[in-house]
């Protein structure tokens, strides 16, 4: 019988899921690997095309590992809250779980028929109440722990409460706000409850405190910095705006170090690894007060504004001060006569995300407050002034300007007409005179004079710290990342609030589950949708946390889960973790650098510090797969004079004879860019009675690579494709497409290539009525040398990822066994084993049909180099350097032995005609050259 892909994989795929043939052991005497793809969010339109490239990736090598004798892990699951369903239920008002569930459906369904080797028993979906229990459970773990620096790590909060007990907060080196209080152990034991609580919030690693956030009113929540461009929200293009609140925060930045450190011990991409030193941006330098300027009667608070700089022996050139807009003292330092235009300029700056306002390095524009400062080394006035590339959060939010070392700052003197102080530039070790002055202004002095770089910045640090006004200081461009999303569809935070304090449920009480609520919207008084909740309170009289946990709170430690996703007393058990370790293989985005995969790297360290789990980092080797672009098809509309489209269509090589305008067209109605007429005019009823202007009787489209999008009609659903080909042909299509990392277009033209392939490697096992034969003969040389040669080029390639170079061999290898006719049993067998990865379904029918079972848990062919040796070559032979023609000899021959075999050949006799040879040029291997 032909090929029949349909009946085929449907029958594997059943086969598969009744024996759950890829169900992971844990403790197996087996090696173990773990293969984890970044788990998708499941959304309404379900995968197109580009979705699976990565899955097929990890599923080519999970089988591969397995047939290598590994214990292999390769687990599925959903990342199931998120933003889109809660929008989606405030539009319909239908619960997200429903939609959720319905979505997963799909997404379960299109994973199954691609064929897929997943442990379905390990599934985890981040909205299920038995996984969220964990993740709340995580957060009460970072509640109750502080980061001690001495011994850098996290640890209880018991063990900071016995340090204040034994000698109070003066000698604690913590991670923790900067307004912490200084006490003895007696003041500490007068606090009242509340007094401590206050207190023991600062050190937390999870803790409530005002910050700057990204807030779209539309939307009624807070985004993150990924999921705002350009001042609009990602989802729905609402504006977003700077606003202060009472957030969340989960303090990532006592791990930074770490963070940092860590990447030399991983297998990543240079680019991610570098995204993320960006990211933590590590600085050293020196932390500098300058104080305000007592004519400023409006401050009453503080007497100093900080600054970090990574360049202190400048200091003599600064001419200003920029803080961010949102700096705490703005309102304060603002005088009368500024406050309209401060407050023009906080209103404009709130428009702007803070990733554009880093990003655009080209626009000035600041406000004065009215205020100065006094610079600690030369005492001179400075004047005080906001602008929105200085942001709140990194740093001290406040920075000092020195145009003649900077060009931003030289561009914000010159717009705003300030002070161009020329200074000598240490780090160039310029030696100058200690007095030298210009304009009256200091150009240097003796703090550096003659010192090297070096000298100068450790002797300014050392004046600074001995006169109170500084110190040397290493400083991170990470902010701690807030952590609470006024949304419904996420994960409950497991706090109550009690005289305006926050504390924790109890554990027996977790799961706190989310609450019925009749909108998914903030209440009409602002608070968020679980303020709509009805009987809904901790012990019946305390308020609950009314905000929600971020998307990425589920993502950050869900590999764990998957090692015992059924237990339901702990997160996973300590001998599943023992065992699986960490993950050996991850592939995904590289979207995720800053995201996903910095806060999975700071919750695995903080469950490694409190003994939770063993492994430092959680992803030994990352791959990113490279995008599926999509690849679009236009018809060409006739526009008239006025330029109005008219109800007449062009064929693409025709079209510069006409004024036209280019229409997107549903690429599923397109092959090999021929438009079939019939289905378009159903696509767009419009053109029903078009005219359409052909070339040679057919209409052409027009091509571009764009991103996939439903928007642009270039979505290919691979369900479709399946239908037409099967899914070992699409599988083996999305490698052949170009190298795993790399992004590249989808075109559909060339999977009938692919399809023909597996046919014609189906055919090798029948004979010309189709009937099943093969034979049980003794293997030639020929047969054994491509067998060999694919077994090697396989087990290379997917040991490098090289997924696409493989397909090509495979095709090359079938061709050869075809020109053989070959049937023999043992290399027909040992073929399906090393195709099995890519083509599961035809290789697992080929192999029952051969008598085998367990294909999945066969041993993979061992490569004999042996029958790589040739044994013959087919020497060139050529009369006065004309090639005449090909004759095998065998290369053991030497030049003697050969010469005499080739002039007692026949044919080479004839081309001679009785001549004698006057020279015979031989090399071995390659030609034999006669000259007569």
């Known amino acids: 019988m032909d090929y029949q892909f349909a009946a085929i994989e449907q029958k594997w795929q059943k086969f598969w899921a009744e024996n759950q043939t890829f169900k992971a052991e844990t403790n197996s005497s087996k090696p173990k690997y773990y293969v984890l793809d970044m788990f998708p969010y499941p959304s309404g339109a379900g995968l197109h095309v580009g979705h699976p490239l990565g899955y097929i990736a990890s599923d080519i090598f999970s089988r ?10 390769h687990p599925m699951g959903y990342d199931s809250f998120g933003l889109p369903a809660e929008q989606y239920a405030i539009q319909t008002g239908q619960h997200p779980a429903i939609t959720t569930e319905a979505n997963i459906a799909t997404y379960r369904r299109q994973l199954d028929q691609i064929g897929f080797s997943f442990d379905w028993s390990r599934e985890v979906r981040t909205s299920e109440p038995s996984y969220y229990k964990w993740t709340q459970w995580i957060f009460m773990q970072l509640f109750n722990s502080w980061y001690n620096l001495e011994t850098d790590r996290a640890e209880d909060i018991t063990t900071l409460i016995e340090k204040f007990n034994a000698a109070g907060s003066a000698n604690i080196k913590a991670a923790c706000d900067e307004d912490v209080k200084t006490f003895m152990p007696s003041d500490w034991a007068t606090f009242t409850d509340e007094e401590k609580q206050v207190e023991l919030l600062k050190y937390r690693l999870t803790y409530l405190k005002e910050s700057t ?59 991610v690894k570098e995204m993320q030193r960006n990211w933590i941006g590590k600085s050293v330098g020196a932390s500098v007060r300058f104080a305000i300027s007592t004519e ?13 700089t990574t360049r202190v022996d400048t200091i003599f050139g600064v001419s200003f001060i920029v803080l961010a807009p949102e700096h705490e003292l703005v309102q304060a330092l603002t005088t009368e006569a500024q406050k309209e235009e401060i407050a023009k300029y906080i209103t404009q700056t709130k428009k702007k995300s803070e990733l554009d306002r880093m990003a655009d390095t080209k626009t000035v524009s600041g406000a004065f407050t009215g205020s100065y400062v006094i610079n600690p080394v030369n005492q001179e006035l400075v004047p005080i002034w906001i602008a929105d590339y200085v942001l709140a959060g990194y740093g001290t939010g406040a920075v ?51 010192l090297t770089y070096k000298e100068a910045t450790e002797n300014l640090n050392n004046w600074l710290e001995e006169n109170g006004v500084g110190k040397a200081k290493i400083n991170y461009r990470m902010r701690d990342a807030i952590f609470g999303r006024q949304r419904y569809w996420g994960e409950p935070i497991p706090v109550y609030f009690k005289d305006g304090l926050p504390y924790l449920i109890k554990e027996e009480e977790l799961p706190l589950l989310l609450p019925e609520i009749d909108k998914y919207l903030p209440t009409e008084s602002g608070e968020p949708p679980l303020g709509r909740a009805t009987d809904w309170s901790y012990e019946n009289r305390y308020e609950y946390e009314l905000s929600t946990m971020p998307g990425w709170a589920g993502s950050s430690w869900y590999w764990y889960r998957y090692m015992d996703a059924q237990n339901g007393n702990k997160f996973a058990s300590k001998d599943a973790i023992a065992y699986w370790k960490d993950v050996d293989l991850y592939i995904g985005g590289s979207e995720h650098a800053t995201g996903h995969l910095l806060y999975s790297r700071f919750w695995n360290k903080f469950l490694k510090d409190l003994g939770y789990v063993n492994e430092e980092e959680p992803f030994k080797k990352l791959i990113n797969q490279g995008m599926i672009q999509g690849r679009s098809n236009f018809v060409y509309r006739v526009v008239d004079e006025e330029g109005k489209g008219t109800n007449t269509l062009v064929s693409y090589g025709l079209r510069k004879e006409y004024k036209t305008s280019a229409l997107h067209v549903d690429v ?71 190298p795993l990392e790399q ?37 030639t040389k020929a047969e054994l040398k491509a067998l060999h040669k694919i077994i090697k080029k396989v087990q290379d390639d997917v040991e490098r990822f090289s997924f696409n170079t493989s397909v090509s061999s495979f095709m090359i290898a079938v061709n050869e066994l075809t020109d053989l006719k070959c049937k023999n049993r043992q290399v027909l067998e040992d073929l399906v084993v090393v195709l099995s990865p890519y083509a599961p379904h035809i290789c697992e029918e080929l192999w029952s049909l051969l008598g085998n079972t367990d294909l999945s848990n066969t041993a993979y062919p061992t490569f004999n180099p042996a029958y790589l040796e040739e044994a013959e070559f087919a020497y060139p032979v050529s009369i006065n350097g004309k090639m005449k023609m090909n004759l095998n000899l065998s290369l053991s021959l030497e030049q003697d032995q050969a010469v005499e075999i080739v002039l007692a050949n026949e044919q080479v006799q004839g081309y001679l005609e009785g001549k004698t040879p006057k020279k015979i040029i031989f090399v071995k291997g390659k030609i034999v050259n006669i000259v007569v």
């Open 213 to 271: 956030v990204n807030w779209c009113p539309a939307l009624g929540t807070v985004l993150a910095n990924d999921e705002v461009k350009d001042g609009f929200s990602e989802r729905g293009g609402y504006p977003v705006e700077q606003k202060k609140m009472m957030q969340w925060s989960m303090r990532i930045s006592a791990y930074a170090e770490r963070l940092l450190q860590g990447l030399n011990t991983i297998d990543w991409p240079e680019p």
């Open 64 to 73: 591969y590992k397995r047939l290598k004798g590994f214990n292999v892990l």
């Open 296 to 308: 400023n009667s409006q401050l009453k608070t503080a007497n100093f504004i900080e600054v970090f």
């Open 668 to 738: 599923n109605i397109v092959e090999n860019e021929i438009l079939n007429i019939n289905k378009f005019k159903e696509f767009r009823p419009e053109f029903a009675n078009a005219e359409f202007i052909l070339e040679n009787g057919k209409y052409i489209c027009g091509v571009e690579v764009e991103k996939m999008s439903k928007s642009k009609f270039n979505v290919v659903n691979p369900d479709v494709l399946i239908e037409n080909y099967g899914a070992d042909t699409l599988r083996m299509y999305e490698m052949f497409l170009g």
């Open 743 to 779: 992004s590249k277009p989808w075109n559909t033209n060339g999977i009938e290539g692919v399809f023909k392939f597996l046919r014609k490697f189906w055919r090798l096992f029948h004979n010309e009525e189709w009937v099943f034969h093969i034979n049980d003969s003794v293997p």
């Open 400 to 450: 000092m300007g020195v145009p003649s070392g900077d060009q931003r700052d030289w561009l914000f003197a010159k717009h705003f007409n300030l002070p161009i102080i020329q200074i000598l530039d240490a780090q160039k070790d310029i030696e100058v005179e200690a007095d030298a002055t210009k304009d009256g202004k200091y150009i240097n002095s003796g703090f550096i004079n003659g």
